[in-house]
């Protein structure tokens, strides 16, 4: 009896066969692809999968033939995990990004509604205190919204059963944490234009020169995108390639596109700069540890990302030691601090012999 999963392809059955990571490395051999290290290349299938590294990854170094898809003549085995490695620390700093965005954003709108309408509950929730827009899902329009917000409050989960129990009421900035960020997002949405606008003066500096209605538009585009970017990183999807599907609607929105580049110029502009500094500092560290290894991808990279590149080598010093490293872990190392190569020759230290060759 056969056993395992099949697909219909044109009208017939086609088998989805195990492959072996032996029988994996031997099919990228003859889709061309240059394998330096077998046991290496066996140990990154096993651990992340054929699927994730190759299938995933290989679109900027294959062309197609016969309807079958071959490495480029140069391209390794190493050089895709490599991009595949360079994704998945740019998911992970997204993740990270936008968690710490996420509690920026529910705090500062947990501010606004209780300037606006209190700390209790059965008066920050009453309809008549927000917009109606209609929405595609009825999760998001304010009913649903609203009538999600309340289903939160009957929880015995801390904070708010300790609230609703020691004072009867469920400030704000209580509540949001609660929620998920899609229904933080949605939620400010509803705002009415007061509410919009003071949340805009806590987000955006006074010198941005936007007029306040393009910057609620340019805050709503904003927070959607991050959305956006969030759920796809926290589906495994591919970040540094990404296209968003929001459309911006404030002016000047020409010198964006739709790449990563978008989501850091956005975030760039908000009062709030950690979100920015992280994802902009993993995406300096990963491009220049990709294309210091692989210059010839620095040209892909560029117009993918949207990004200018400018290629510097990184070292490692420490305060013991007159000496720079390319390992920073090199003869016990402790208390690395990153540099630029030109930086660590400026300041008098000299290359170690072990790990610099």
């Avoid at 032996?22 to 099919?27: F, G, N």
């Avoid at 059963?161 to 944490?177: E, R």
């Avoid at 908000?270 to 500092?281: E, G, H, K, T, V």
């Amino acid at each position: 009896m056969f056993q395992g999963s099949f697909c219909i392809n044109g009208g017939f059955m086609s088998t989805l066969e195990y492959a072996s990571t032996d029988k994996q490395i031997e099919k990228l051999k003859k889709r061309n692809l240059i394998i330096r290290n077998e046991n290496s290349a066996q140990r990154v299938l096993t651990v992340y999968g054929y699927s994730n590294v190759i299938k995933s990854y290989r679109d900027p170094y294959v062309i197609t033939k016969d309807n079958q898809k071959f490495f480029r003549s140069d391209v390794t085995f190493e050089q895709v995990f490599s991009l595949y490695t360079l994704d998945k620390n740019l998911r992970i700093a997204v993740m990270a990004s936008m968690l710490d965005l996420e509690e920026y954003i529910k705090e500062t709108a947990a501010d606004v509604i209780a300037q606006s309408f209190g700390t209790n509950q059965d008066q920050y929730l009453q309809f008549r205190n927000y917009q109606n827009k209609r929405k595609s899902k009825y999760r998001f329009t304010l009913t649903g919204i609203l009538e999600k917000l309340r289903d939160t409050l009957e929880t015995d989960k801390e904070p708010i059963y300790h609230y609703q129990t020691k004072y009867g009421i469920v400030p704000p900035w209580i509540l949001f944490k609660s929620v998920y960020f899609s229904t933080i997002v949605n939620f400010i949405d509803q705002l009415k234009a007061p509410q919009k606008n003071m949340m805009i003066k806590k987000l955006y500096p006074s010198s941005l020169s936007l007029s306040d209605t393009d910057k609620v538009k340019l805050m709503m585009d904003t927070l959607f995108i991050a959305l956006e970017y969030r759920n796809t990183a926290a589906h495994g999807g591919r970040i540094y390639n990404y296209q968003c599907n929001r459309e911006l609607n404030f002016p000047g929105n020409e010198q964006f596109t739709k790449g990563f580049s978008l989501l850091l110029h956005l975030l760039n502009l908000i009062n709030y700069q950690a979100p920015f500094q992280y994802l902009n500092r993993v995406l300096d560290r990963e491009l220049n540890r990709h294309c210091s290894a692989f210059p010839q991808d620095i040209t892909y990279l560029a117009k993918i990302l949207d990004i200018n590149i400018t290629s510097h080598q990184i070292v490692w010093t420490s305060a013991t030691s007159n000496k720079y490293h390319a390992n920073q872990h090199c003869s016990g190392l402790k208390n690395a601090k990153q540099l630029d190569l030109e930086k660590a020759r400026q300041l008098g230290f000299t290359p170690c012999k072990k790990c610099i060759h």
